[in-house]
């Protein structure tokens, strides 16, 4: 009994894909058909088809959107790929009175606010501003390090650029005839 019982079990565990039969049958003009049922006319020639296993995978689940929920996360940040275009390092600010210009490059584009901060010698320049261009006016005779940090709304700082160096000439005393 217990072997009969399980004789029946395995029989049913089989898999069923292989106890369907497909054929293809070819007419006597030629046209291919492929069915279930074995040919009934003679003239007809068949052959079994052996198809390959179905690929099943079971649906992914949907997410259910919530907007509300959306919203209140808080905003992921963004690594910003900051570089200064100008001036380049190592570059030598002429006899004068210490004004030069500063350009940035950031990638991607600022989003949710952010600003960039420009740091002379690590300490910020300025007010934090969208744009990756300053005018420094009066910088003090000697070697400055430059950087550009992308900060958020809240001041927390996201990236910085590669430091630049610098070096402003201007005359230690003013002379007068």
């Not at 054929?23 to 009934?40: C, E, L, M, Q, S």
């Not at 940040?77 to 030069?100: K, V």
Request: net charge positive; hydrophobic share 35%.
């Amino acid at each position: 009994m217990r072997i009969a019982l399980l004789v029946m079990m395995l029989t049913l565990a089989m898999p069923t894909h292989g106890q369907t039969r497909i054929y293809k049958v070819v007419d006597a003009n030629g046209n291919i058909t492929f069915t279930d049922r074995p040919p009934v006319s003679s003239q007809e020639k068949s052959s079994s088809v052996e198809l390959n296993q179905i690929n099943i995978s079971a649906p992914t689940q949907e997410r259910a959107r919530n907007s509300s929920i959306e919203t209140n996360k808080p905003a992921t940040s963004i690594d910003y790929e900051i570089s200064i275009t100008s001036p380049p390092d190592s570059t030598t600010i002429p006899m004068g009175p210490g004004n030069f210009s500063l350009a940035a490059s950031v990638s991607p584009s600022l989003e949710n606010g952010d600003k960039l901060q420009l740091l002379l010698n690590g300490e910020p320049y300025g007010k934090p501003q969208i744009t990756g261009n300053w005018g420094l006016k009066n910088v003090l005779r000697g070697a400055h390090d430059l950087s550009v940090q992308a900060i958020s709304n809240s001041g927390k700082a996201l990236s910085q650029s590669r430091p630049v160096r610098v070096y402003v000439l201007r005359p230690s005393k003013l002379y007068r005839n």
